[in-house]
């Protein structure tokens, strides 16, 4: 295991074995911290146990979702929620509290350059009506709803004569096939 470790020309001998001792009595220290809170957790006794309410108190403020909590505990998601869930909800509570005390702090404060900023966001969530920001109704189309244009430079003389002939028809009310002498009329030479 040490084969594949570089070497470190600047740490001589008896600075490596500190080292290697300092990190294995680190692994001994946390490997006993497990045991410890895994006996602790065992002898809590009978739910509801204020270890346990602690434990998940602090879990719901880190947002820890309650069935990775009962993982940890080793207790069912059931369990927790029928023994738990008050502590859980006022974890998340407390939290929540807390952020929204520190940016009502933020928000009066003279000197915070974020200020106007936050103190702005909290009047649109709970200033009311008049403090809500102003929305704006924007419609979209494609041109698929859009009539189709007609480009009447790339059409010949008798095409935009032609053309001319019906929209001026179906512009006065007109139905059916224009009369020859309509059509006479509206030519333009």
Do not use: C
Request: charged share 30%; no cysteine; hydrophobic share 35%.
């Amino acid at each position: 295991m040490t084969d594949d470790l570089p070497d470190l020309p600047q740490v001589d001998g008896a600075e490596r074995e500190a080292i290697s001792l300092w990190v294995k009595s680190r692994l001994e220290e946390s490997e006993r911290a497990h045991l410890d809170r895994i006996e602790l957790l065992r002898t809590a006794g009978e739910h509801p146990s204020p270890i346990y309410a602690r434990f998940v108190r602090l879990s719901g403020e880190l947002g820890l979702t309650k069935s990775l909590t009962a993982k940890q505990l080793g207790i069912s998601v059931s369990t927790l929620t029928t023994h738990y869930a008050d502590d859980y909800e006022m974890g998340k509570a407390e939290i929540l509290s807390a952020i929204a005390a520190n940016m009502n702090r933020k928000a009066i404060s003279p000197t915070d350059p974020n200020a106007a900023k936050v103190g702005m966001r909290i009047l649109e969530s709970r200033g009311g009506e008049e403090w809500a920001p102003a929305t704006r109704k924007l419609e979209m189309s494609s041109k698929k709803d859009l009539p189709p244009v007609i480009d009447s430079s790339k059409l010949t003389r008798e095409e935009r004569d032609q053309l001319r002939l019906m929209l001026t028809r179906v512009a006065n009310g007109g139905e059916g096939e224009p009369d020859e002498a309509a059509e006479e009329d509206h030519i333009i030479e």
